[in-house]
C-alpha cells in the first residue's frame, strides 16, 4: 500500500513540476530495484545506514527517549571509526583491527549520546534541544578533523587518508559494492526487535516509555537506569551506523559522510511503527527512495530533492493518521505514537 | 583596531538580525508552550519565497518571505493543533518538506544551474545622527530596513507579555493549558496566532537572508538556522530580551573568526562556531530553577472530545 502511495505521490508531483512522469516513475524503478546492481550497490548500501539509525531511533523513542541526534552519534561514530582504523594502520591484524573501529564507533556514538542523557537526568534538559546541539557540535568536530588531525598527507583536500584495506567491510561476493555491514545491520535491528518483544529488559524499557511513572510504582522499575541504557544503546547504534559507513562504503572520513542518515531515520522509524525489525523494511523502502532518486535525476532531468517532499509527507501521513487512530479511543491517554502491539 | 572592532560588530549584527527575527517566532510558539522544530524549514521556505517574490522588487521579495513562512506554519498548525500530531515529528517533517520543496522549486524555476544573480536586494539606510556615531554607527544604524525591525520586536513582545491581555493569556496557556481552557481563554486559536506569527517571523529571516545579505537563493542556505533560533530561545531563558542577547551572542561568535583571522590568529575556525551550542547546553545545565521552560512545552496535546 505505502509503494502505491508513493508511485501515486511521485506520479503527482512529477506531473505538477512538468516533468515526463512516465520516465521519471521508471528512472525510479531502473535505479532503486530494476536491475541487481541497482538493488544491491545503491538501494542496498544506502539501506544499511537507515537500519542501524532506524533501530536507534526507534529503541529510544519506545523508551520515551527523543533522540533527534542519530546524526551528530552517526558522525562521531564515523570520526571515531576513520580515526582508531587510520592509527592502527602500522600494527594489528585484520579481523581485531576491523572489530576494534566498529567498536570504537560504537562506543563514540553511545558516549555522545550520554551526554545528552546527563543533561536530561542531572538538570532536565530535554534531549530533543540538546541532541540537535550535539549534532552541530558534531559536525564541526568532523569538519575539523578532516582539517586537522586526521587530514589526509597532502593537507589539500578536506578529508582524511584512504584507510587500508585490512579495516575494510568485506564486500559481499557477487553483489557489487554491497558490504559485510547489510548482516550487521539485520542481525542487530532483528534482536533489538526480539528482545524489545520477549526479554525483560525489553519490557522495562517499553513500560518506561509508556509511563515513567507507572513503570516506577506498579513495575518497580528502575526508570533512570533503564532511560539510560536506552540513551547508550540508541547512541551506540548510530555511532556503528557511521563505522559501518566509513569502512563500508566511503572508505575515508570526509565532511559531508552522511547526507542526513540520522534524520531520515525518525521517518524510517515511524513507518516501522518504532519496531526494530520493521525498520529493516522501511529502511529498504527509504534506501530505495533515495537511489531512485539520483536515477531520476540522470535519466529523467527531475530533481532529486523530490523524494525528500514524498518522505516528508509520508511522515505527515504517518503520524497523522496514528494521531486520528488514538482520538477514536475513548479515554485514551496513551502517547500519540503507538508502537506495534506485543 | 577600530576597524577590527567595526567589522566585528557590523559582522555580529548581521548574523544576529535573521537569527533573532527567528528565534522572536519561536519564543511566542514556545511560550504558547509548543516547540516548533519546522522553524527551520519555515526560514528556507521564506528565503525561496523572497527569491520569487523579489522579481517584483524587494518589498514583494519580503511579501513573498512572510508568505512562504506563513505557509509552513499553517501546515504546522493543521498537524499539530487540528490534527494533535506529535509536535517534534510534525516539525522534523515540514523541515524536510521544506528542503524537498524549496530545492525542487528552484530546480524547476530555474534550472538546475541556477540563476536568480542579482535579483535586487534590500539597500542599508543610515538614520541621520546615529549612524554617524564613532565605531558602532555604521555597523548598528546604516542596516537594511529590515534590521531596526528586529531592533524594535524585544522591546515591543517584553511589553506584550506583560501589560496587555493577549501576552499574559499566551503565558498562561504555555504553563497550564487546561487552567487556560477553564478560564475561558480560547487556546486553540491562540496557540495558532502563536504558531502563524511564529512561521511568518521565520519567513522573514529567511527573506534577510536571501533580500539583505546573500543576494540570491542557494539551496538548503538556511542551514541549521532555525535550529540555532531555537538554541537561542533556550539561552535567552524564555523572555525577549534574553533572545535579543543571546542572538547577539550567536552573531558575535561567528564574527569572532573573521575578527580573528583578520588580526592573524590562527586557531581552528571551528572552535568558535562550536561556542554558541556548548554555551546553549551549559546555560540550559545551569540555569535551571531560575529559567524554567513553560510547563507545557513539547507536550503532545490533549485530544479533542
Known amino acids: 500500500m505505502v509503494v502505491v502511495a508513493i508511485a501515486g505521490a511521485a506520479a503527482l508531483l512529477l506531473r505538477a513540476g512538468g516533468y515526463p512522469v512516465g520516465r521519471g516513475l521508471a528512472a525510479l524503478w531502473s535505479g532503486s530495484f530494476g536491475s541487481w546492481y541497482a538493488f544491491t550497490s545503491a538501494t542496498l548500501v544506502r539501506a544499511v545506514p537507515l537500519v542501524l539509525t532506524g533501530a536507534a531511533v526507534a529503541i529510544a523513542f519506545r523508551a520515551g527517549v527523543l533522540n533527534i541526534g542519530a546524526e551528530g552519534q552517526l558522525l562521531v561514530g564515523a570520526a571515531a571509526a576513520a580515526g582508531v582504523a587510520l592509527s592502527l594502520e602500522t600494527s594489528g591484524g585484520f579481523t581485531p583491527g576491523l572489530a576494534l573501529a566498529l567498536l570504537a564507533a560504537a562506543l563514540a556514538g553511545a558516549m555522545w549520546a550520554a551526554v545528552a542523557a546527563l543533561l536530561r537526568m542531572r538538570y532536565g534538559v530535554l534531549e530533543v534541544i540538546s541532541t540537535i546541539m550535539l549534532n552541530f557540535v558534531a559536525l564541526h568536530l568532523v569538519s575539523y578533523l578532516v582539517r586537522g588531525p586526521l587530514q589526509e598527507p597532502t593537507r589539500v583536500y578536506p578529508q582524511s587518508a584512504t584507510i587500508a584495506e585490512a579495516f575494510h567491510l568485506p564486500r559481499i561476493p557477487g553483489a557489487g559494492r554491497l558490504h559485510a555491514g547489510l548482516i550487521l545491520a539485520i542481525a542487530l535491528a532483528g534482536a533489538a526487535g526480539w528482545a524489545l518483544r520477549n526479554t525483560a529488559a525489553g519490557f522495562r524499557l517499553v513500560a518506561t516509555g509508556e509511563s515513567p511513572s507507572a513503570a516506577a510504582s506498579a513495575g518497580g522499575i528502575d526508570v533512570r537506569g533503564t532511560t539510560m541504557r536506552a540513551f547508550l544503546m540508541t547512541g551506540a547504534l548510530a555511532g556503528l551506523a557511521g563505522g559501518v559507513e566509513v569502512l563500508g562504503v566511503t572508505l575515508a572520513l570526509y565532511e559531508n559522510i552522511s547526507p542526513g542518515y540520522g534524520y531520515t531515520a525518525i521517518a524510517v522509524a515511524l513507518l516501522a511503527r518504532l519496531d526494530p525489525w520493521r525498520v529493516v523494511a522501511t529502511a529498504l523502502l527509504f534506501g530505495a527512495l533515495e537511489a531512485g532518486a539520483g536515477a531520476m535525476q540522470r535519466d529523467a532531468g527531475v530533481p532529486s530533492t523530490l523524494v525528500s517532499v514524498i518522505e516528508a509527507a509520508l511522515i505527515l501521513a504517518v503520524v497523522a493518521a496514528q494521531a486520528f487512530r488514538s482520538r477514536r479511543l475513548p479515554n485514551d491517554s496513551a502517547p500519540d505514537l503507538r508502537p506495534v502491539r506485543t | ?305
Request: aromatic content about 8%.
Open chain 2, 1 to 305: 583596531m577600530n576597524d577590527v572592532v567595526e567589522a566585528f560588530l557590523a559582522a555580529t549584527v548581521r548574523t544576529a538580525v535573521p537569527l533573532g527575527l527567528a528565534a522572536f517566532g519561536e519564543l511566542l510558539v514556545e511560550r504558547a508552550g509548543l516547540i516548533n522544530i519546522g522553524l527551520e524549514g519555515a526560514i528556507l521556505a521564506g528565503a525561496f519565497g523572497a527569491l520569487v517574490g523579489a522579481s517584483a522588487g524587494v518589498e514583494m521579495g519580503f511579501v513573498g518571505a512572510a508568505i512562504a513562512g506563513l505557509l509552513v506554519g499553517v501546515l504546522f498548525a493543521l498537524c499539530v493543533i487540528w490534527i494533535r500530531a506529535d509536535q517534534i515529528i510534525t516539525g522534523t517533517a515540514l523541515t524536510l518538506l521544506s528542503v524537498g520543496a524549496t530545492g525542487t522549486l528552484y530546480r524547476a524555476l530555474y534550472g538546475s544551474g541556477g540563476a536568480a544573480l542579482g535579483i535586487p536586494t534590500s539597500e542599508p539606510l543610515a538614520i541621520p545622527g546615529l549612524s554617524s556615531l564613532p565605531v558602532v554607527g555604521t555597523a548598528l544604524f546604516a542596516q537594511p530596513p529590515i534590521t531596526y525591525f528586529a531592533y524594535l520586536i524585544a522591546p515591543a513582545l517584553a511589553w506584550w507579555f506583560r501589560r496587555t491581555h493577549a501576552g499574559l493569556a499566551l503565558r498562561a496557556i504555555g504553563e497550564r493549558p487546561e487552567a487556560a481552557e477553564t478560564a475561558g481563554i480560547a487556546v486553540d486559536r491562540a496557540r495558532v496566532l502563536a504558531i502563524l506569527t511564529g512561521g511568518v517571523l521565520g519567513g522573514l529571516a529567511g527573506g534577510t537572508l536571501v533580500l539583505a545579505q546573500a543576494g540570491t537563493f542557494a539551496e538548503g542556505m538556511s542551514s541549521g538556522r532555525g535550529f540555532i533560533a531555537i538554541a537561542i530561545v533556550v539561552l535567552g531563558r524564555w523572555t525577549p530580551h534574553g533572545v535579543a542577547a543571546g542572538a547577539l551572542l550567536f552573531g558575535a561568535a561567528s564574527a569572532l573568526q573573521y575578527a580573528f583571522q583578520a588580526m592573524g590568529w590562527n586557531a581552528p575556525y571551528q572552535v568558535f562556531l562550536v561556542v554558541p551550542y556548548l554555551l546553549t547546553l551549559a546555560a540550559l545545565a545551569g540555569a535551571v530553577g531560575r529559567a524554567r521552560a513553560p510547563a507545557a512545552l513539547g507536550r503532545t496535546l490533549e485530544s479533542r472530545r
